[in-house]
């Protein structure tokens, strides 16, 4: 197939993503490994006040920023500054580890290693996504963290409240798992990588905005990639695309440079992680094979927040995803898996090693975490026919 008509799929692509209830803005990037394809799109507005969405525009990338933690810390690891098997009660004080985990009456938290929170086998509650244990809270407000934003408004948040939220109003789902065993329960958990980004700051005594610059965005030249509050240079901070919640737009700034995800771009994007799976980022060539040395598969959701997070048939390793649709779901045309991450608010950014593609892309709305493994599928089989 020419690349003209694949570049006018794409773009049909795009227009159904934008006609698609509550979605405002759309973007989208494609980039051949080997330099020979790059495509990227955008529609919508990227503010209520109509400017248009550029491919260039910045964007929330919310859970790809995992991505990025996950690789500090094996840099950090490779350095020999902290070890998988360190212990979250001898990285971080009391104040934020004292009884964070437990179950049936057993605190289990000193059980609780590096491994266990870049693989999200802790068993920890996610603060943001779960909903208040009945026995912890009786009688309370019986919502979870993300509902009270939406409903009442920005608020500025620590680690310590992170740890005093799981510890007074939530449940772990399971205890740390046995990392040997063959069948290890997964559960994906926002509150791992708040812990992670403690142990980051703590180790290096350097707030985590200037270790992400020192260890990612300066030695690979992301420019359009920052922590909100902590823009790059020394102008005014950029505008980036509106976050949705539904039809409102989704106003808590504060919480959102509290918590530590960050802004990008899709051309940045990209670039991060091709320099991840080719090895540029690491010292040592093995730490990207060791991110995705054992996959562990995301159990079926049986609950409310677990129908937001990701679930089967997702996998995951240390702080990198995997999607393969199963071949029952696609048959005849089997569909190239893909590593990488996604975010709650409907971003993407994915590596798929079979045709050898980049993709990054955003709709930026609170209430489409599932979008992207919808959309993704669909890009790979338009793609793919250039090589038929």
């Not at 048959?331 to 950014?349: D, E, I, K």
Request: charged share 25%.
């Amino acid at each position: 197939m020419n690349e003209t008509r694949i570049v006018r799929r794409l773009e049909a692509l795009l227009d159904g993503l934008i006609e698609r209830k509550e979605i405002h803005s759309a973007v989208l990037s494609v980039v051949s490994g080997d330099g020979a394809f790059g495509w990227a799109g955008a529609r919508g507005s990227m503010s209520p006040d109509g400017a248009p969405m550029l491919p260039t525009t910045p964007w929330f990338i919310a859970s790809i920023t995992k991505l990025f933690i996950a690789s500090i810390v094996l840099r950090m690891v490779e350095e020999g500054e902290l070890a998988l098997e360190d212990r979250l009660v001898d990285r971080l004080a009391a104040s934020v580890t004292n009884r964070l985990h437990v179950l049936d009456g057993a605190d289990r938290t000193d059980r609780i290693t590096v491994e266990h929170l870049l693989g999200h086998t802790s068993g920890l509650a996610d603060f943001i996504e779960d909903y208040p244990a009945p026995r912890r809270h009786e009688g309370a407000d019986r919502r979870s963290l993300v509902e009270i934003l939406v409903a009442d408004g920005d608020r500025a948040w620590s680690l310590e409240d992170t740890a005093r939220w799981v510890r007074e109003r939530l449940a772990p789902h399971f205890e740390p798992q046995p990392l040997d065993a063959r069948r290890v329960r997964t559960r994906y958990s926002d509150t791992n990588y708040q812990l992670l980004v403690g142990m980051i700051e703590a180790r290096r005594g350097a707030p985590f905005f200037q270790v992400l610059r020192d260890l990612i965005l300066d030695p690979l030249r992301l420019e359009d990639t920052w922590l909100p509050g902590h823009p790059r240079g020394s102008g005014p901070e950029p505008h980036v695309a509106a976050l949705y919640a539904g039809e409102e737009v989704a106003r808590f700034p504060s919480f959102l440079a509290s918590i530590g995800d960050m802004n990008s771009t899709c051309e940045d994007l990209i670039r991060f992680l091709r320099a991840v799976v080719g090895g540029r980022l690491f010292r040592d060539p093995g730490t990207w094979r060791r991110m995705r040395a054992r996959w562990r598969r995301f159990a079926l959701p049986l609950d409310r927040a677990a129908l937001r997070q990701p679930g089967w048939p997702i996998e995951y390793g240390l702080g990198v995803m995997r999607f393969r649709l199963p071949r029952f779901l696609a048959p005849f045309r089997p569909v190239p898996q893909v590593v990488g991450h996604t975010g709650s608010t409907g971003t993407w950014l994915f590596h798929a090693p079979e045709p050898g593609l980049f993709l990054a892309g955003a709709v930026s709305q609170i209430t489409a975490g599932a979008i992207p493994f919808k959309v993704v599928p669909r890009v790979l089989r338009v793609v793919g026919d250039r090589q038929e």
